[in-house]
Structure formats: structure tokens, C-alpha cells
């Protein structure tokens, strides 16, 4: 993180204050107790912007990312959306399944990375491989929809179609 030598008290204070608000206040994808690591930090705390750039590494309880690059917009202490990218990013994402007990563990790599909170829905772009506890899939293009756990996978302009291998569930 980067903090220039004038009034460091403030500016130390005014990141981990926007560090607190993006880790404990994201309703939907929710980072909670995180560690965030990258090579420079800069937020505007005036427009709810955070850019994360270099060697980015989010680590907690519900996901984990890695990315060259990650943006987010927030209000206030509500998650707007983030926007990541990297070659490759890699996402382990942990969402509740509230019709069953437990959880299912979404694992990514992509070029590109989106999240919307407003519209409850994840994408990953360019290269993606995604795999979920029931399947693995391949495209250029992914769309989960949280609310309704709904994947969408498309093809690239190029020859190349999506793969889905589903993968054996052990049934009780």
C-alpha cells in the first residue's frame, strides 16, 4: 500500500476506514474478516471508489481473489460492484445454498471479472474455466446469477464452443 509521507495519521486512517466498510458491509458477496494485498492501494473515499492494482490478493472467509487489477464502487457501506482483471484472475467464491444445508464452492479463472450487486449477478470474461461442486465448464464468457444460482456460459467469436463436463455427485 502506498501512503505518502504528509499527514500520514490521515491518510492511514482514511484506508482503513474504507477497508472496514468494504469487508464487513457487502450484502450479497459478502468479503467479511478480509486481508487485502496488492502492490499500490488508492482510494478516493469522496466518490466510494477503491483500486487495487498489482499482485492483488483478497483473502477471507467466503472468497478469495487474485488479480493484477481490481476496482470497486461502493455508497456508503453498500458494494456497488467490482470489476477485476488479470492473466488469469482466479476467484474461489463460497455461495449458501438456503434450499439445502450447506454451501456450494464456485472455483474461477478469467481475464475479466464483474460484479454486480444491484443486479445480484457475477461474470467472468475471456478464457474462462469455472467449476462448480456439480460440473466444470469452459467458455469465453460466464454469467452466475446469485439469487437464483441460474449459469449462463456463451462461445467466443472464434470456433471454439462451450465445454461442460458434469462432474459424479455422491447421492446419499
Not at 492511514?12 to 494485498?37: A, C, E, N, Q, R
Not at 471508489?49 to 488479480?67: C, H, M, Q
Not at 476467484?91 to 439445502?100: A, G, K, S, V, W
Amino acid at each position: 500500500m502506498k501512503i505518502s509521507k504528509q499527514n500520514n495519521r490521515r491518510v492511514v486512517f482514511k484506508y482503513l476506514v474504507l477497508i472496514l466498510v468494504l469487508l464487513w458491509s457487502v450484502p450479497t458477496l459478502s468479503f467479511g474478516m478480509s486481508d487485502i494485498k496488492a502492490d499500490d492501494v488508492d482510494f478516493d473515499l469522496s466518490e466510494g471508489e477503491f483500486t487495487a492494482k498489482g499482485n492483488v490478493k483478497i483473502d477471507s472467509e467466503e472468497v478469495t481473489l487474485s488479480a493484477d487489477e481490481v476496482q470497486a464502487k461502493v455508497d456508503g457501506t453498500l458494494l456497488l460492484s467490482i470489476t477485476a482483471t488479470g492473466e488469469p484472475l482466479e476467484l474461489e467464491l463460497e455461495i449458501d445454498n438456503e434450499e439445502e444445508e450447506g454451501s456450494q464452492t464456485i472455483r474461477a479463472s478469467a481475464k475479466e471479472l464483474m460484479f454486480n450487486n444491484a443486479a445480484n449477478w457475477v461474470e467472468f470474461i475471456g478464457e474462462v474455466q469455472l467449476q462448480t461442486d456439480v460440473a466444470k465448464i469452459r467458455a469465453h464468457k460466464i454469467r452466475i446469477e446469485l439469487d437464483t444460482q441460474k449459469i449462463v456460459a456463451t462461445k467466443g467469436e472464434d470456433d471454439e464452443q462451450v465445454e461442460i463436463t458434469l462432474l459424479d455427485v455422491e447421492t446419499p
